[in-house]
């Protein structure tokens, strides 16, 4: 059964303390993983997708890496702005392949303290 | 439209009321999704359309549940016989073509069960 599971559940960070969230997965076969943010009273914002492990995404502070189990996603040098809900989540080869139904992870909390 | 409009924003209602959730996607938008977020957790599939059809209902939790799409663009999501476990933040996202899971979402309807 696909899986995601992301770590730590919630991050207090420094404004400028750099830091890393992980997302572990388990699926049957990667179609690709995604990153999403999301700020509180709104829906998941899209940030990244990475296809293939050793592929890499960069957007301003952010930056996102994949491996054949998990991926991270780096935070260089944080702003209060950056404190939100980060998400993961997997899309699998087979039969939902063409539909992208997306399988989430719970979810990292991150607050940027000025 | 400019993003993914979920009107209402917040509905209360009794257990065992029926309600009606509505998306109105991006325009020229084929592909349209709904999930489900419960307190503290990612969202969770529960139905993707292209087009007019239900391409995938595999999330739907029972058949309390069920949307439409008669047009190809807005779609209703409907509750029969409401449980207070139906209490969650109902999420609908769109995308230009089906397949590729960094679509957009809206902002959601919280729906309470009382």
């Known amino acids: 059964e696909d899986q995601v599971t992301q770590s730590p559940e919630a991050l207090r960070l420094q404004e400028g303390e750099s830091s890393s969230l992980n997302c572990s997965y388990t699926v049957s076969g990667l179609r690709g993983l995604f990153w999403y943010r999301q700020d509180p009273g709104k829906g998941p914002e899209f940030l990244f997708t990475?296809?293939?492990a050793g592929e890499e995404k960069e957007k301003e502070r952010l930056k996102a890496t994949l491996t054949k189990k998990e991926s991270f996603l780096h935070i260089t040098a944080p702003k209060p702005e950056d404190s939100a809900t980060y998400l993961c989540a997997v899309q699998h080869q087979g039969g939902s392949s063409n539909t992208g139904k997306l399988i989430f992870g719970q979810g990292t909390t991150l607050q940027v303290k000025p | 439209g400019a993003g993914v409009s979920q009107t209402p924003s917040n509905k209360v209602t009794e257990k065992g009321k029926y309600v009606e959730l509505r998306c109105d996607p991006i325009?020229?938008?084929?592909?349209l999704y709904w999930y489900r977020q419960s307190l503290g957790q990612g969202p969770e599939f529960l139905i993707y359309?292209?087009?007019?059809?239900?391409?995938?209902d595999s999330g739907l939790p029972n058949d309390r549940f069920f949307a439409v799409r008669p047009e190809g663009s807005v779609s209703t999501l409907k509750i029969q016989r409401t449980e207070r476990g139906d209490s969650a933040v109902y999420l609908c996202?769109?995308?230009?073509?089906?397949?590729?899971?960094?679509?957009?979402f809206g902002s959601g309807t919280r729906l309470t069960v009382v």
């Open positions: 359309f292209q087009g007019t059809g239900a391409a995938d």
């Open positions: 996202a769109s995308s230009p073509t089906g397949g590729v899971g960094g679509y957009t």
């Open positions: 990475l296809y293939s």
């Open positions: 325009s020229g938008h084929t592909a």
